[in-house]
Each structure stands twice: as C-alpha cells, then as structure tokens.
C-alpha cells in the first residue's frame, strides 16, 4: 500500500499526533546519531551531487517510531550509513527544539552543486526506517535484473515495485555491492564469495538474474568514477524465512531495551484526590511490540516517572523508579478503528497516592508495569535533580552546522 504525501509544510499540534499522510518524505544515510537525545543528522538525497551534500539535523518526535529490519528499533541499533526513508514534520514548538529551527520553505532552496531538497524545515520525525522496513509496510519488493562481478565486487541492477504489481514500469537503479555484502537465504548468512562457489553468481563479468524477488539492505559509500550518488547494497534478503528472522532478532533487541527503560506515553488527564492522591489517564505511545502492550494490566501494579520530550527519564540518580509515582492500573482501553502511527491506541488509568510534578496534561512520562526489571541507567540517559544543566552533559543545537 502506497502512503499519501503531502505538499504543505504542516506543523503538529502539541498533544496530539499528526497524520502520516500530511508529512514530507525524503531519504538519505545517517551520518551522525545523538541516541540519548532521539536526534542525529541524514545526508539527505536531493537533485544534485550527493557527496557534497552537508548532514542535515533532525530530531525524533516524543511518540516518533524507529524502525529497523523490519520491527521497532532504537537509534541506537542502526548502523552509520544506513540510507533511511523519512516522514516528517515542522517542530511542533520550534522554541522547545533540539535541532536548529529552518525557514519553512527550506525544502526549496537549492545549494550549489547539491541542488534543491537537502535540508527540509521538516525535520521532526514521525517515522524513519530503513530501507527493508520501508518495504514491507508500502507492500514493495526489489527485482534483481543483473550483476557484474569483479574480484568479489562490482554493481547490481535492480528496481523496487509493488509486489501485487502496479501501475507503468518500475525504475532501474544501478547500486554497487562488494565482498562483505551479506546474503541471507533461509537460516544461512552468505558471501559474494559463496554465491560464486555455487555458481549462482559469475566468478567474473555480467550475468542476467531474470527479475530474482529480494528484499535490499542499502547503505552509501564514496563511489569512483565520477558517479556522484550511487547507493551501495549491504544486504540481500532471498526468502521469507531470512526476513522473518531478521526481523524477530531486532524485536528481540528492542524488547529489551524497551522493559529496562520503560514505555513511553503521554498524560491525557489527571483527576486529583487529597494528600497527593490522583488518578492518570495516559496514552500509550506506538511502534512497539505487542507482547510489551500485553504487560499492561487492569489491577497490575505499575510505576510512572516524568520525562522529557527526548524520552529522559527525570530525576534519575537513584533509578528512575526512585521518584516514579507507584499503583495499581485501574483500566486498559483499547481504540477501535483506525489508530494513528506514533499512537498505540491503548489508553491507561492509572491510581497513585503520591503523584510527581511531572505528571499534567500534555506531559511525557514513561511506565514500567510490573514484571519488567527495575535498574540503574547510565548518567547519559537521565536528568539530574536540577545539580547538573543539561548544556554541561550534552551539547547544544550549536554544534549544527547553520544553513
């Protein structure tokens, strides 16, 4: 299925998540990542020549999904270079943002040898995939047409379509791949070198693979010959069984992550009692894995901690469920109908005798229902009790290039 894109900057509103359809999409490799602040920087892909083309700041929205070889994903996870699909949009309090503030119509404004298109105003994210996970949720595939083999390297022709077909011809596009590709087929990880072996591969020269159906890993890299933006294949996906698992080894990953750190969502509502008393209403925020959902419990005990718009938890020094607010979950709702991304549809009500300054209407908070495991995160990963600024640990939108 195709996702509708809009052609209107949009900024969204706070408290609420935007509709995919009204993001603007663009594509480039990541070339630096802050993780404990959900920001880094993507050489956008534009008009012109890519290689000269400046890394482009963005920051991931509060609620913004990540996501990895097909499933949910961390910064962290993702490989220096990976060519990622962006949806984007306007900083929804451009006061509060991470990253540098752009004119609106910066999208349109070309730069030198790197044409038009390279650094967006938009540049808070809902959604960033790799090119596998972009794949399977649009219903895409890759056709192989052919290879050219040269010492364990050389070029691959190849052109992404909907795999229940479509509309005209699908785009050629010619990437390079080299002798540390990997070539998954079924529970195998292969070679260059092994496809050769088994002469599937010419040890030499072209070959036609008659439109072989794969999934593509795509990364850059500096390209000779003058070819100014070629994009290079760094894995090869054959079968089901090989994306399936790769898939189950990042949700695996990311699950982890998630029940040491906490899931993440925002305050609805809060009905105050006496003495510290106050019942939370909080959504859940999307992308993750259903069984991490399935924890969240009507009369599980549960912990709720503030946190910033970077996913912080605050007040960290002694553990993040030091300060948290403590009780048990009253309810778990669940939407119908259509859910928007950023959103997983599943409300909470939560009860506390002793509610934080950081649980009200509009805030960031994280929740650890009982059963995931209580630990210490490093300094990097939490606020401090008001000791320490922030500008002393992490740097500032300064360190941004200006455009």
């Not at 998540?17 to 892909?45: C, M, T, W």
């Not at 056709?143 to 050629?172: F, Y």
């Not at 119908?336 to 805030?363: K, N």
Request: hydrophobic share 40%; proline share 8%.
């Amino acid at each position: 299925m195709g996702t509708a894109i809009a052609d209107e900057p949009f900024r969204p509103t706070v408290g609420s998540f935007p509709p995919l359809e009204k993001a603007h999409a663009y594509r480039g490799e990541l070339v630096f990542v802050d993780h404990v602040n959900r920001r880094g920087s993507i050489r956008v892909q534009g008009a012109g020549t890519y290689f000269r083309n400046p890394p482009h700041p963005f920051a991931m929205l509060p609620y913004g999904v990540v996501r990895y070889r097909g499933a949910p994903a961390d910064l962290r996870d993702i490989p220096l270079g990976t060519v990622l699909h962006v949806r984007a949009f306007l900083p929804p309090d451009p006061t509060l943002s991470a990253v540098p503030v752009l004119p609106i119509d910066n999208r349109k404004k070309t730069a030198g040898y790197s044409g038009a298109g390279i650094a967006p105003a938009e540049n808070h994210v809902l959604l960033l995939e790799d090119e596998l996970s972009h794949c399977l949720r649009e219903g895409l595939g890759w056709k192989l047409k052919e290879i050219d083999v040269d010492n364990h390297e050389g070029r691959i022709v190849a052109s992404r379509q909907p795999k229940e077909g479509g509309d005209g011809t699908p785009a050629e596009e010619t990437m390079t791949f080299d002798a540390a590709t990997r070539i998954w087929r079924g529970r195998e990880c292969l070679g260059v070198k092994d496809l050769i072996a088994e002469g599937l591969w010419p040890a030499s020269g072209k070959q036609m693979l008659s439109d072989q159906a794969a999934q593509l890993g795509i990364t850059w890299k500096p390209t000779p010959s003058s070819v100014f933006t070629r994009f290079h294949v760094s894995d090869i996906w054959l079968d089901d069984t090989a994306i399936g698992r790769a898939a189950d080894q990042q949700a695996e990953t990311h699950k982890a992550f998630i029940r040491s750190r906490w899931m993440p969502a925002w305050i609805d509502a809060v009905e105050y009692g006496k003495f510290g008393h106050a019942t939370v209403t909080a959504t859940l925020f999307g992308g993750m894995d259903a069984s991490l959902y399935a924890d969240f419990q009507k009369g599980k005990q549960a912990a709720m901690n503030a946190s910033e718009n970077t996913l912080k938890h605050a007040g960290g020094n002694y553990g993040p469920a030091h300060m948290a607010s403590k009780g048990p979950i009253l309810d778990v709702v669940k939407a119908t109908g259509d859910v928007p991304l950023g959103s997983s549809g599943i409300q909470i009500r939560f009860e506390t005798d002793l509610v934080i300054e950081g649980i009200r209407p509009g805030r960031v908070v994280r929740v650890r229902p009982a059963g995931w495991p209580e630990v210490n995160l490093p300094r990097e990963e939490f606020l401090g009790d008001g000791s320490f600024r922030h500008e002393d640990r992490f740097p500032t939108p300064d360190i941004f290039p200006k455009y």
